[in-house]
């Protein structure tokens, strides 16, 4: 029984690791964070909509499809699984067809949002009005 090794015989360091550990992945995600909304908030700028939309959940749902030209009622559509993901494929789609992309800008709206928004919203993607009226 003498190899049996208590956590306070070992100094009990894992606790300190796993905060520096969680520490470092809350600044991660929170530098995501600022970077979506920067980028978002520059984009709807560029679309003649009121940047500070892109902090109000919900409402900057609503300024993405005027943004895109869809109809405000289509919010109600991502309420509904698996629905939800289809609407916001043919929303990403629009939006990058209004500031003249292609399907490339579109993928990256789908899988690298924080960095294709930051790409339309700082770089010299011109508004072209709402893809889908």
């Known amino acids: 029984m003498d190899h049996v090794v208590t956590l306070a015989q070992q100094g009990g360091s894992g606790g300190v690791t796993a905060g520096i550990g969680a520490m470092v992945f809350l600044v991660i995600y ?14 709807f700028s560029k679309a003649g909509q009121p940047g500070w939309a892109a902090i109000i959940p919900i409402f900057n749902v609503y300024i993405m499809l005027k943004v895109a030209g869809r109809p405000g009622w289509w919010l109600i559509l991502f309420l509904i699984p698996v629905v939800n993901f289809i609407v916001a494929i043919i929303l990403y789609n629009d939006i990058s067809k209004s500031f003249g992309h292609g399907i490339l800008m579109t993928l990256g709206l789908i899988f690298l949002s924080p960095i294709a928004f930051c790409i339309i919203g700082f770089g010299s993607s011109q508004y072209q009005g709402p893809a889908a009226a």
């Open 30 to 43: 929170l530098a995501i964070i600022v970077l979506v909304i920067a980028g978002v908030w520059k984009t």
